[in-house]
């Protein structure tokens, strides 16, 4: 069938490729379902420890595919709310779950759901041509796939009520410089810059990342005493891994550490 997703395994970490480019990326339902299947598959999969999320073509994802909502020939009015809750909501739940460093690598031009899909990565890259868009006013709708949590969180109300109202295009130097991504690069260093990254994740402790991604998510609505207190429940476990051992021994010995995921 359809290759509507791209995965590429390689030693220690996968590249999934959204891959209807002359849609820039635009989701239907098949590619909806083959990156759930893919990032599952990632999931599970002990010798895949960190995952990349990039675009094929000039475009990194237009978010929903409108074609497929197309009021002449649908006629009836959609329930947006179920296609939120089929398809964009679990896959935003799933890589924020995801117990591995997710890489987003913004090719290209992020608009709707597909700038919101990029935020919900743990690292997210972007070249200095790629432009970040809330494009749903202009279509009459509401930021999904987390956006408003997103944006409010990450640069507060008024740079998110600015940017959801007006579906201004911020530019990747803009959105890195406002804290709503990592950073912005070269166009032709960005998959050099992306790799490199997933390799170090790759030979990192997997397991540490997973903990400190959960301790990250949970600070925002966590009081000081409790986030205290999860940190001290996560150390705890981080401390009994032979990771842990293995990171303190290489330190001490002057030497590379060998993690083993464990
Ligand atoms: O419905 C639900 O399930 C609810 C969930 C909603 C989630 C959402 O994401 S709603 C928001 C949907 N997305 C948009 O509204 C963005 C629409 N696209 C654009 O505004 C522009 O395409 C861009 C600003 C992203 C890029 O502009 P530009 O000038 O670089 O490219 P272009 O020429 O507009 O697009 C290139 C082609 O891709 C073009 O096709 P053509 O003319 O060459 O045959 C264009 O129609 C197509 N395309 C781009 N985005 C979409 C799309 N086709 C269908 N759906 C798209 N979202």
């Known amino acids: 069938s359809e290759e509507t997703v791209l995965h590429e395994r390689r030693d220690g970490y996968s590249i999934l490729s959204l891959n209807r480019p002359e849609r820039l990326n635009a989701f239907n339902e098949m590619q909806h379902r083959q990156l759930r299947a893919a990032l599952e598959t990632c999931g599970r999969d002990d010798d895949c420890r960190a995952i990349v999320l990039t675009g094929s073509g000039r475009g990194f994802c237009a978010g929903q595919d409108l074609s497929d909502r197309d009021p002449s020939i649908s006629g009836e009015r959609p329930d947006l709310g179920k296609t939120l809750e089929t398809y964009y909501n679990p896959l935003v739940r799933m890589i924020r779950g995801m117990p591995k460093p997710v890489i987003c690598a913004v090719n290209g031009v992020a608009a709707g759901a597909g700038a919101n899909i990029a935020f919900a990565c743990d690292i997210v890259l972007a070249a200095r041509s790629a432009k970040f868009i809330q494009a749903f006013s202009k279509i009459a709708l509401v930021p999904d796939a987390g956006g408003t949590y997103w944006l409010t969180r990450l640069l507060g109300e008024a740079r998110a009520k600015a940017l959801a109202l007006t579906a201004h295009p911020l530019p990747a130097e803009d959105a890195a410089a406002w804290g709503l991504i990592w950073k912005a690069v070269d166009d032709e260093k960005l998959m050099e810059e992306t790799v490199a990254l997933a390799e170090t994740f790759a030979a990192g ?10 301790a990250i998510h949970a600070a925002s609505t966590n009081s000081l005493d409790e986030q205290l207190d999860l940190e001290r429940q996560l150390q705890r476990e981080a401390g009994m891994s032979d990771d842990y051992k293995e990171g303190v021994s290489a330190f001490l ?10």
Not at 205 to 214: A, M, V
Not at 253 to 262: D, L, V
């Open 253 to 262: 010995q002057k030497r590379a550490p060998n993690y083993r995921r464990r």
């Open 205 to 214: 402790p997997t397991n540490s990342y997973g903990l400190t991604k959960r």
